[in-house]
């Protein structure tokens, strides 16, 4: 690991010939305060692009992917349909969803929005699914025989039962996008992947592209806390089972 | 719809095709990097995966690596291998993309085999097999559909994800969608997209085809399958349903 600090030279030594630009000597150290220090506003601004578009994403993904997954538990025939989309949405590359993308909706956030709403969504349906699945039906059919309507069910019975397995699948589709939004770079707009390929674009800028991968991963891991925190205070009775 | 249009003629131009570089070469190339890829995550993926699910330990271990390799951007890993000494090119790119084909693989064989019911462990001991025939004849057949939808979702994945090493100078069918991106061609880059997503869901099928061929027993289309089981905290969720990349 000693050698990683300067960057892999040319030997100049046994082949004068190759010409060795004054920017390979540079020292090009992996981690580098500094560079945060210095470039502080720049990496605040790619954050918070990075946060509002994941956000926006998952929310509006859980908006659609709720009444998506109430229908498809319905029947057989509705449910065939939803997963099989969504397995087909989810095996096109993002790349290749935001470049199709492009021709519409330009190269706006826009774009990558739309790309990861449709990500997020397509886990969340999944996830959704399986967590109203997993709601035994004797119990539906006990809140029916106790008078409850339809949204009372759903509020009352179905939402308390299937909530671990639907933030289950919020904290999945958060980190996910987390780091499926670094993607955006190819329109511009990829939050902190902007820094990840700015800083290979910028002579292979080592400190600057490990500053936007480690803050996306911690990103990740905040998001995921946050969730697990937002988990645990809405199902005070699992508290209890597991402690 | 004009870049449509565009993306189609350029698409149905021969030449195209066939030249050097052409979409027949990076296409090629795009399998080749994501074939080594997946077979290396396999080399190292199925030993422990089967190693772990057998003794029915490292659970904890198995969840944590899925977690934390859905947190990090494939890009990231793909610029930093890139950057790194390995120099860029497919080598780093291959690297990349085989460390995150590592846990599907590893996540479902080791779900699949720990999941093998322990009664019918011991009713196989009991008739007088060995422990590598109640691996190899028992426990092995019972694991078979999460394996292969572990290398299955590694697979898509894979040739997804090796997409995005055109972004950092890799090879492949992404240079289709930088390059057209870069020159503002979008016809080209349109083209480039088409095919990566069809070559994503090709190799889906594909898989989808060759595991539904190779499993024993009763035989389900793999994607319309929902799990509804009430999981445990501590146990690790196969990634059937993966993330897309």
Request: glycine share 10%.
């Amino acid at each position: 690991m000693t050698s990683l600090g300067a960057r892999p030279s040319l030997d100049a030594v046994s082949d004068p010939a190759v010409g060795l630009l004054a920017v390979d000597e540079a020292p090009n150290p992996w981690f580098d305060p500094s560079y945060v220090t210095d470039n502080w506003d720049s990496i605040l601004t790619y954050t918070g692009e990075h946060v509002r578009l994941t956000v926006l994403a998952v929310v509006i993904g859980a908006v659609i992917a709720l009444p998506l997954a109430l229908l498809a538990r319905r029947s057989r025939y509705l449910s065939a349909p939803v997963l099989g989309l969504s397995t087909i949405v989810y095996t096109i590359p993002s790349l290749a969803l935001f470049a199709l993308l492009v021709p519409f909706t330009g190269l706006s956030s826009n774009t990558v929005l739309i790309g990861l709403v449709a990500y997020s969504l397509v886990i969340l349906v999944r996830n959704f699914l399986a967590g109203l699945q997993g709601v035994p039906a004797d119990v539906r059919e006990a809140a029916r025989g106790m008078g409850l309507s339809a949204a009372q069910t759903f509020w009352r019975v179905d939402l308390p039962l299937a909530l671990p397995a639907f933030m289950a699948g919020l904290r999945i589709a958060t980190v996910s996008t987390v780091a499926l939004t670094t993607v955006g770079v190819l329109v511009g707009h990829g939050g902190l992947g902007q820094l990840i390929t700015g800083g290979f674009a910028a002579n292979f800028y080592r400190a600057e592209i490990v500053t936007g991968a480690v803050g996306c991963v911690l990103l990740a891991l905040l998001a995921d806390v946050l969730l697990a925190g937002a988990e645990r205070a809405l199902t005070p009775w699992a508290r209890a089972v597991r402690s | 719809m004009n870049d449509f249009s565009r993306a189609i003629t350029y698409l149905n131009d021969p030449f195209n095709w066939s030249r050097p570089n052409g979409i027949a070469d990076l296409a090629l190339e795009h399998i080749g990097i994501s074939a080594v890829a997946v077979l290396a995550a396999m080399v190292v993926a199925l030993p422990i995966g089967v190693a772990l699910g057998t003794a029915r330990r490292g659970a904890g271990l198995v969840v944590v690596l899925s977690n934390v390799s859905r947190a990090v951007p494939t890009l990231a890993l793909l610029t930093l291998f890139a950057v790194s000494p390995i120099g860029f090119g497919n080598r780093a790119t291959t690297i990349a993309l085989a460390v995150f084909a590592i846990p599907p693989i590893l996540t479902n064989t080791f779900v699949g085999f720990r999941g093998v019911d322990a009664e019918v462990r011991e009713a196989a001991r009991g008739m007088g097999m060995s422990r590598a025939q109640v691996l190899g004849r028992v426990e092995l057949p019972l694991a078979l559909p999460l394996v292969t939808t572990g290398i299955r979702t590694a697979a898509v994945q894979v040739v997804a994800t090796a997409g995005l090493a055109a972004l950092v100078g890799g090879g492949g069918l992404g240079r289709l969608i930088n390059l057209g991106f870069g020159q503002q061609d979008y016809g080209v880059m349109i083209a480039g997209a088409i095919l990566v997503a069809g070559l994503a869901l090709l190799t889906e099928l594909v898989l989808a085809t060759l595991s539904w061929a190779v499993t024993p027993g009763p035989r389900r289309l793999p994607f319309l399958q929902v799990r509804t089981t009430p999981k445990a905290a501590a146990v690790p969720e196969p990634t059937a349903s993966g993330v897309p990349l």
